[in-house]
Structure formats: structure tokens, C-alpha cells
């Protein structure tokens, strides 16, 4: 199994969970982040001031799937999220060792 | 049913048989609609039962061991066991019978753990209780609601004395003021307001434990905890009586309810059982009200009656105090004729209420003055208000002066959202926002909000006014907001639409215009909190779901919002009511979006006027003054720079280079009398070319206008302007374009002649219809538009001191600013700033106007007349550019702009 994060543009959400849907991925978890990579976040300017916002607003997507489809949930990903503008984000897959659903105990594959 | 059995194991076995049987008859008569009453106090009798039976068993037959009692405290005591509650036991014994007391006590609690209780217990002498009642608030408390259950008779009796004259009667006023404090620690850990959605029975606000609260401050100041007694010494009214028996039946038998199907001592009242319970009592689905809602609605009026009356009635036995009683009969400063101001109230003299309060300006004045003087309203006069209100008839809210008092409350500075939420517990918020009185204890049942539609509104309020200390760029936008009375009856309103069938927001804003329209507000102020109701989840649904960096996104929103004021409230709105939903739901990550789209948007809407004087501006601009006046050197005379530049507006002082900033001073200074200059500069790697004009103001009326005009009819495609008007009459105006039709090789001619043109014009030599006609160009259908996006002219008067300020959205096309720029000359307009961009297929035009004696316009019949002008004028030429066949209005238009006949 693998575990796929992926930092996408906060307004990209609804496309990568639709896409993510229509594929076959039924359960993610999504949250509000905040961080930076190349971009270093940015300045504005406000009434002459300026203000730094050091931290842009990203959101997290993360999916865990089996093996077998992990490929197609990257690419998946990288087309819903894609604008070709700095700041797109990143996915990062890791090896999961195991899952249990909590309710029945199912492990493995089965508890996805 | 019980009986002495010497085998303790049968016995067991025997009794927890028995328990069962018992307590599924309990259970059953419980789903046969069994009072919660009844419940508690059958579960009571049947634990009385077993305990008796127990004391009785191991004592071996000696019924009357002397010595020893067996007690009941706390709940327990009261009678009111709860079907999964912890049973409070005391040992009460003589000193001589400690050894005793400690066998049977073992004996009796083994027992009880076995059959599955949850008991609480202790062994005490009087003594011991005495002194540890006076040190220790918990045991005080459970010991004053001591019950005998079995044993030495004359024993507990003396215990009752003692206790009562050593700890109960001493340091009341101490007692109920730590029981207070217990309490409000108890709200900030299960709910600190009565209105979450998933509350706590028993612990939360407006839960049982108020009603022990009340029970407990009643013992301590008046010696009986009965609501018969206490009627009857008129410390409660048969009114606040009733409603305190059917909370705490609804309350009863709701956490009955959630006992037994829990099967465990389960307080709170999940949206799971919620559901399960509105089903059992028989509410169901509306198709605007879930079963659900409804239920909850009850419990919302129950647990706010019970929160208000225990809070009422603990602050008056407080206050009760023989110290505070002569300080009540002080007398308080009288004003206004009807009101009396004490240190911490306001009242108004039992003696005149009758009178006073049959006026319903004068009751809001009540709650204005509470705000105004940081006062709270007597709780005599807040118990007798709501009846005394429903004496009012319903126009007296709609006076001039009820008005004026309610908007005034609405304005601030402070206490606003205190002032109104005292206002809606005595139901008079309703009264002037009927709409306020459907949602009274609505719930919003999804995991999303925390507090019901009237709390999360009240609450929301009370966030925007949080703002107003903050650092945050959110606070200084809210303190720059003028009309804040708008922003929080926006507040107010924004969710008043829920609850209905159509969708709240556009229920919301009909609420919204009966509203505006109740307290007399005029066309303006209707539409401003017509839009921020409508709107409200706009903002946040662009900045988090859309593309901020397109510009699309961002016009499309700046169009909807219009102006900069009304951007400002509606971001403020925004986060207060994202912070409303409970705490923490407003996040940095939220804020942060917000924030961006708030300042691109302002971007498009504001113009030139748009910096403040703060300290770190003006610092900037004298750091770049200094550094024209260096790079100046002597080129000028010394007194005629620093006028000049005194007088530079701070967009072209922090945008522009410094050489920039010194050829438009060297250009600006050759300026005459009766002639105009044009400077012309391409830029390659843009491939646009920027015109500066300057002129005397003086030299011809619609300088502005007319560049406009030349430049369309020479072709030239305008992607921005600026004008800004200098100190000794000089206007300089900057245009920026692009020249499609120009070839690479003939640019220097085509500079020539467009200059030569706009000086033509300026000076008199022609018009611009003279231009348009040679040309021939102005009008054609530059490119086809299928589909039109509205045009929309805004008239801002809030946003700048000195200017009125119009905000034009429209579909571009060539000669389009001509076509403004002419409407507001010939509304007798003077342009002194403007901002032209254009964005794609988009313009977003701001100018800045006076009329010609250099006034604001103010008036709203004036604005509405001026934005009725201008868009027709933009529609008809729009129309007559794209339509083949215009309607005859438009073609009159269209012939006295573009002076062609069609």
C-alpha cells in the first residue's frame, strides 16, 4: 500500500477530489496548511505598508491506495492540480506497512 | 424484594436478578412516557430500597445499631437519581463506633460494587463533617442536601443542627459567590454559552447544574430549596416557577433518555441521539424544519430560561448581603426623567414602570443608556420586561425616535453585541426585527456550526467588535469602516434567513430590505445591507475555491461588491462570521485568503486617494521627496519645487522612478497659459506607448474627455490612464496605450500626429467630433462580443472626504473611456483623478469627481441620476457597436456621442 500526500493550490481541491473520485479513490483526508518551497512565500503591499505573508495557504490532500494504483492517483493528481504557475505544490508517495479500520479490525487492503 | 440472606454470594446473585427486573420496570415505564420525574424518583426509591435492605441485612437483625447512620448526599439526597448516576453514600458515626462502623460500611459497599453501582462514600464523625463543610466547597455542598437513609435517628438529627448552625448558616455570601465561580469554571469546560449543538445535560450552560446552583444558593441564603417555599416568599414568581419545573422535566427526561440507551451515564445530548430522540417524541420532518430542529428548538428555550433564572436568582441572593442592600437604597442619579443610574444598573423606579414602559423608543433608550454608561439592566426590570413589552403596539417600534435610538445601539463604539444579546433575552430585538424571533434557538444541523442561528449572529457581532483592538490587517479595515451601525445590522441579519425553504441568502436579503425599510434607512444604506446579506458567502467562497491570481476571479467579485466600502464590510463580515462558527474555525489559512482577495479587490476599486497618512507612508514619501530634490539639482527654481511637490499624489510619488518623477516636474514647469504639451515614450519591451499630457486646467473644460476622444479616434487602443491635478492648476495626464494599427517603421510619424492632434484639441483648433468624423473609425464593431456582461456604475460617497468617486465596470471596447469620460463632462463633472484599467475583455474605471465649484456630491438623488446617466450612455453605445438595429433611444445616444448619424 501506499500513502500519497499531496500539496496543492487551495482552489485546485474540488478538481483533484473529483478526479480522484471518478478513479476509484473513495476516502481522503484534506487539510488546511500553510507553508512555503521555491515561491518563499510573498509581500503585499497594503495602504503603503507592506506585510509579508510568509506562509502560503495550501491545502493537503492525503490518499492511501494500493499499490497497483498509485501511479495513476500521481498522475491523476498532477492533472487536476496542474496550472503551470509557481506555487502548483507537491506529492509525495510513501510505503504504508499497514492499515486497520478502526470499527472491524480489517487490515490491509480490505480496511481501505 | 430484598431480603436477609446470610450467603453473601447468593445474596448477590439473588439482588442483581432482582435489580434487573426492577430497573427494567423503571425503563419500561420510562418508554411509556413515565415523567422524568417519576423516573428519578423511582431509581432514588429503588436504591433507598436495596441500601435499607443491606443496612438492615448485615446488622444481623439489630435494626437499631446505635451509633451509626446511613446517609444519602448530593443528588442522591435530593431524590434525583439519574438512571447511570453515581450513588453518594455517607457513614455517619458516633466516636465510640468507629470499629463498627468500618465493619458494616465494608460490608454494605461491597455489595453495592457487586450489583454494579458507582458509589461515592465516606466515614465521618459530625466533627469531621463540620470541619471539612468549612473547608472543603464540594463535601459543604453535598452535605447540605444530607438525607437519612437508615440507622441512628437521633444521631443524624444532631448532625442536622450542628451542621446547619456551624457551616450552613456561616460565610453565605463566601459560599454562593464560590459556588459561582465553581460554576463559571464548569461553563468554560462543557460550553461556555447554552447554545452549542451538542450540549451537555448536566454540565453544561443551562443545564441541570444551574438548577443545582439555584437549589444550592436557595438552602444556603433562605434555608429551603423548594420551589413551593420559595414562591411562596415571592424570591421566585409563579411564572419563573413553571418554567423552572418544565426545564427541568424536559431535561430530566432527555438525559433519562440518553441513560438508558446509552447504557452508561451519558450526558451528552449527541446529534446522533438528537435525531433518535425527535423521533421518540414525536416531531417530524417540515420541509424547511427538520424533526430534529424543532426538538432542539425546545431545548434551546428550556436550557435558556433555566441558565437565565439560576443566573438571576444567584446575583440577586449575592447581592442580598446587608452591605449591598444599603447600597441599593443609595439613590442612584435620576436622568432623562424615567431612569436611575446606580454604580453597576440602570433600572427604572418600580413605581413608574407602568407608566415608563408603554413607550417603545423609551425601552430601547433603556438598553442605549445600559451601553452607553457600561451599566447593566436592573433583573427585576429584565424579568418584567417581556410582558410589559408585549403591551407595546408593534408601530410605537417603528417611531423616528425608536429608530434613531436602535441604530445608535447598532453604531457603538462598544458593547454592541452585549447590548443586543440583552436586547434579545427580553425579546425586544425581535419586536424591531420580527425575523430575529424565528430563529430564536434555530440550530444549524450540520458538524459544521456550533451554536444556533440567533447565538452564532449575536456572536458574530460580537467578533467584528473584537477587531476593533487588533493589529491584524482585518482590525485597521474594520476600524476604518464608517458606518459601522451598517455593518453590524448586517451582522445581525446575514443568517436570519435560515430555517425557510428557499435559499437563506436570498430570504436573507427580503429580511434585509423589510429591515432597512422598518428603521427608515435610505436607498443607499438599503442596497449596501441588502448586498452584504445576499453576498455574505461570497468572499469567502472566491478567495477559498478560486484562482486569486486570475484576474477574472477578481473582477467578477469586484463588480458584485462595487466599492471600497462596501469591500471593507464585507470582508470584515466575512471573517466575523467564519469566527462566529465556533472557536478556532477562523484559521491563519482562511485569513490569509480573505486577506489577499480583500487587497486585490481594493486594488480595482480604489483609485488614487487610497493611502493613508500613516507613519511608515510618510515616511516613504519623504525619503522619495528627497531624493527628487537631489536628482533635481538646480534644474528648477527651489520655492516652485517644493510647491510641486508638495502636491504630488502619493500613487505617482511611490510607482514612478525618480527620473520619471524629474521629467514630469522639467515638463510640468514649460507649461503655459494657453497650450498644451505632449511628452511621448515607447516602451519596446512592453510594446505600449505612454502619452503625457499637460495643460492648465483653465485651458479648456474636459481636458480628460477630450484626450479620450482623440485617442480613439486616431485608433489607439488605451490600456490605462492616470490624471492627477498639481498645485497651480497644472493637470497632467498619463495615458498608456497600445497601437495596433501602427506599423514598426512609421512610429515616429504616428507619434507626431497623434500628439499633434490632442494639442489641436486641446487648444481649440478642433473637436474631437471633427476627428471622429475624418476618421470615421468610432462606433464600428471592433470586435464581435457574444456574450455581454453587464455594465455597472457605482456612485462611492463613504470612500474619499473630498471626492465622489465612480466605480465603472464594462465590457471594453475601442472608445469606450471617450464615451465616459464625455458623460461625466456633460453631467458638468471635473475628473481630478482617475484609474483606468483594462483586463482582458474587462474595464474597471475609477474617477474621482466634484462638481464644477469643486464639491463632493453627496445628494443621493444627484448619484442615482449620475450612475443612471452614464450607464445608459455605455449601454447605448455598447449596444448601437454590437446591435445592427438599435432601438431609437439608443441610436439618439449614440449620434450625440459619436456625432454620426447611423
Known amino acids: 500500500m501506499k500513502k500519497i500526500e499531496a500539496i496543492v493550490k487551495p482552489f485546485k481541491l474540488e478538481e483533484v477530489k473529483d478526479a480522484l473520485t471518478e478513479m476509484g479513490v473513495f476516502g481522503m483526508t484534506v487539510s488546511e496548511v500553510r507553508g512555503f518551497g521555491r515561491q518563499k512565500g510573498h509581500k503585499e503591499a497594503y495602504r503603503g505598508t507592506e506585510y509579508t505573508i510568509e506562509f502560503v495557504p495550501k491545502t493537503k490532500v492525503e490518499v492511501v491506495v494500493a499499490d497497483t494504483l498509485a501511479e495513476k492517483v500521481v498522475e491523476t493528481i498532477i492533472r487536476a492540480a496542474k496550472t503551470g504557475s509557481i506555487g502548483d505544490g507537491k506529492i509525495f508517495v510513501y510505503d504504508l506497512d499497514s492499515v486497520v479500520r478502526i470499527r472491524t479490525g480489517e487490515t490491509g487492503d480490505h480496511a481501505l | ?902
Open chain 2, 1 to 902: 424484594m430484598l431480603r436477609k440472606v446470610p450467603d453473601r454470594q447468593s445474596a448477590i446473585h439473588w439482588t442483581r436478578a432482582a435489580l434487573d427486573v426492577s430497573r427494567q420496570a423503571i425503563e419500561a415505564a420510562h418508554a411509556h412516557g413515565a415523567t422524568g420525574m417519576e423516573v428519578v424518583t423511582a431509581l432514588s426509591d429503588l436504591a433507598d430500597e436495596i441500601l435499607r435492605d443491606l443496612a438492615h441485612a448485615h446488622r444481623e437483625g439489630s435494626s437499631d445499631v446505635p451509633g451509626i447512620a446511613l446517609v444519602a448526599l448530593g443528588g442522591y439526597g435530593r431524590r434525583e437519581l439519574a438512571p447511570y448516576s453515581d450513588i453518594d453514600l455517607m457513614f455517619l458515626y458516633a466516636p465510640d463506633c468507629e470499629a463498627q462502623a468500618g465493619v458494616l460500611s465494608t460490608a454494605i459497599l461491597h455489595h453495592l460494587w457487586d450489583l454494579g453501582f458507582q458509589v461515592g462514600h465516606s466515614l465521618r464523625t459530625i466533627v469531621d463533617c463540620v470541619a471539612l463543610g468549612q473547608s472543603d466547597l464540594t463535601v459543604r455542598t453535598a452535605l447540605m442536601e444530607a438525607r437519612r437513609l437508615a440507622g441512628d435517628e437521633a444521631l443524624f438529627e444532631a448532625f442536622t443542627r450542628r451542621y446547619r448552625a456551624d457551616v450552613m448558616q456561616k460565610g453565605v455570601q463566601e459560599f454562593i459567590g464560590a459556588k459561582l465561580e465553581e460554576r463559571r469554571q464548569e461553563y468554560s469546560r462543557y460550553g461556555a454559552t447554552n447554545f452549542l449543538l451538542e450540549p451537555n445535560l448536566k454540565k453544561g450552560r443551562g443545564g441541570l447544574r444551574d438548577l443545582h446552583l439555584l437549589v444550592w444558593t436557595a438552602l444556603a441564603r433562605h434555608g429551603t430549596s423548594s420551589f413551593e417555599d420559595l414562591t411562596a416568599k415571592d424570591l421566585l414568581s409563579a411564572d419563573d416557577t413553571r418554567s423552572l419545573q418544565e426545564a427541568r422535566e424536559f431535561l430530566w427526561r432527555t438525559r433519562n433518555d440518553l441513560h438508558f440507551h446509552a447504557g452508561r451515564a451519558q450526558d451528552v445530548l449527541t446529534f446522533e441521539e438528537q435525531i433518535r430522540i425527535a423521533g421518540l417524541r414525536g416531531f417530524t420532518d417540515l420541509p424547511h424544519l427538520l424533526a430534529v430542529e424543532q426538538f432542539m428548538q425546545q431545548y434551546y428555550r428550556h436550557s435558556t430560561r433555566v441558565c437565565d433564572l439560576a443566573t438571576r436568582f444567584t446575583s440577586q441572593a449575592l447581592r442580598g448581603s446587608a452591605r449591598q442592600r444599603l447600597a441599593a437604597l443609595w439613590p442612584g442619579r435620576r436622568i432623562e426623567q424615567w431612569f436611575v443610574l446606580t454604580q453597576d444598573q440602570i433600572t427604572v423606579p418600580t413605581e413608574l414602570r407602568k407608566e415608563a414602559l408603554t413607550d417603545g423608543a423609551r425601552v430601547i433608550r433603556l438598553f442605549q443608556l445600559a451601553q452607553q454608561q457600561g451599566l447593566r439592566v436592573n433583573d427585576d426590570l429584565v424579568q418584567e420586561l417581556p410582558e410589559r413589552l408585549g403591551t407595546i403596539p408593534d408601530l410605537d417600534f417603528l417611531s423616528e425616535d425608536a429608530r434613531r435610538n436602535f441604530l445608535a445601539i447598532l453604531s457603538g463604539p462598544d458593547r454592541v453585541s452585549d447590548t443586543l444579546a440583552a436586547m434579545h433575552r427580553v425579546c425586544l430585538l425581535e419586536r424591531l426585527i420580527p425575523a430575529f424571533g424565528t430563529v430564536h434557538g434555530l440550530m444549524q444541523f450540520n458538524a459544521y456550526h456550533k451554536y444556533t442561528v440567533d447565538h452564532h449572529s449575536l456572536l458574530a457581532v460580537g467578533q467584528a467588535e473584537e477587531l476593533g483592538d487588533g493589529k491584524s490587517m482585518l482590525s485597521q479595515v474594520y476600524r476604518e469602516i464608517k458606518r459601522k451601525d451598517l455593518l453590524h445590522l448586517a451582522l445581525l441579519l446575514h443568517d436570519l434567513g435560515k430555517g425557510q425553504e428557499d435559499d437563506h441568502s436570498l430570504v436573507g436579503e427580503r429580511i434585509a430590505q423589510e429591515t432597512a425599510a422598518r428603521l427608515g434607512l435610505n436607498e443607499h444604506e438599503t442596497q449596501l445591507v441588502m448586498m452584504l446579506v445576499r453576498d455574505h458567502l461570497l468572499m469567502a467562497h472566491t478567495a477559498f475555491r478560486r484562482d486569486l491570481s486570475d484576474d477574472k476571479v477578481v473582477l467578477r467579485f469586484a463588480r458584485k461588491v462595487g466599492t471600497p466600502e462596501a469591500l471593507k464590510m464585507l470582508y470584515v463580515l466575512t471573517a466575523a462570521d467564519i469566527a462566529a462558527v465556533g472557536p478556532g474555525v477562523l484559521t491563519q489559512w482562511k485569513e490569509t485568503l480573505l486577506g489577499e482577495l480583500y487587497v486585490k479587490t481594493l486594488e480595482e476599486l480604489d483609485g488614487e486617494e487610497g493611502a493613508e497618512a500613516t507613519e511608515a507612508v510618510g515616511f516613504r514619501r519623504d525619503e522619495v521627496r528627497r531624493d527628487v530634490l537631489r536628482a533635481a539639482g538646480d534644474r528648477f527654481a527651489p520655492a516652485w519645487l517644493a510647491r510641486h511637490l508638495e502636491g504630488w499624489p502619493d500613487r505617482w510619488l511611490f510607482t514612478m522612478s525618480v527620473e520619471r518623477i524629474v521629467a514630469h516636474l522639467s515638463w510640468m514647469a514649460r507649461v503655459e497659459e494657453r497650450s498644451a504639451l505632449v511628452d511621448v515614450r515607447h516602451d519596446d519591451a512592453t510594446g505600449t506607448t505612454e502619452y503625457a499630457v499637460y495643460a492648465r486646467e483653465t485651458l479648456i473644460p474636459g481636458i480628460f474627455s477630450k484626450i479620450a476622444g482623440v485617442l480613439a479616434a486616431k485608433g489607439v487602443q488605451i490600456l490605462d490612464a492616470q490624471i492627477a491635478t498639481f498645485v497651480d492648476g497644472v493637470v497632467v495626464d498619463v495615458f498608456r496605450v497600445t497601437d495596433p494599427d501602427c506599423p514598426v517603421d512609421a512610429r515616429a510619424r504616428r507619434f507626431t500626429a497623434v500628439s499633434g492632434a490632442i494639442v489641436g484639441v486641446l487648444e481649440g483648433r478642433y473637436t474631437v467630433e471633427d476627428l471622429l468624423r475624418d476618421s470615421g473609425r468610432f462606433g464600428r464593431a471592433a470586435q464581435s462580443v457574444p456574450l455581454r456582461t453587464p455594465t455597472v456604475v457605482q456612485v462611492d460617497t463613504e470612500t474619499s472626504e473630498r471626492y465622489t468617486i465612480l466605480d465603472v465596470f464594462a465590457d471594453d471596447r475601442q472608445g469606450l473611456l471617450y464615451v465616459i469620460t464625455r458623460a461625466i463632462f456633460d453631467l458638468g463633472l471635473s475628473v481630478h483623478a482617475a484609474r483606468i484599467s483594462t483586463k482582458l475583455d474587462q474595464v474597471v474605471d475609477v474617477f474621482y469627481v466634484t462638481d464644477q465649484a469643486g464639491h463632493k456630491i453627496i445628494a443621493p438623488d444627484r448619484c442615482t441620476v449620475i450612475s443612471e446617466a452614464i450607464t445608459a450612455r455605455i449601454e447605448a453605445f455598447l449596444g448601437a457597436a454590437q446591435d445592427a438595429r438599435p432601438q431609437a433611444q439608443r441610436i439618439s445616444c449614440a449620434e450625440k456621442i459619436t456625432g454620426r448619424k447611423p
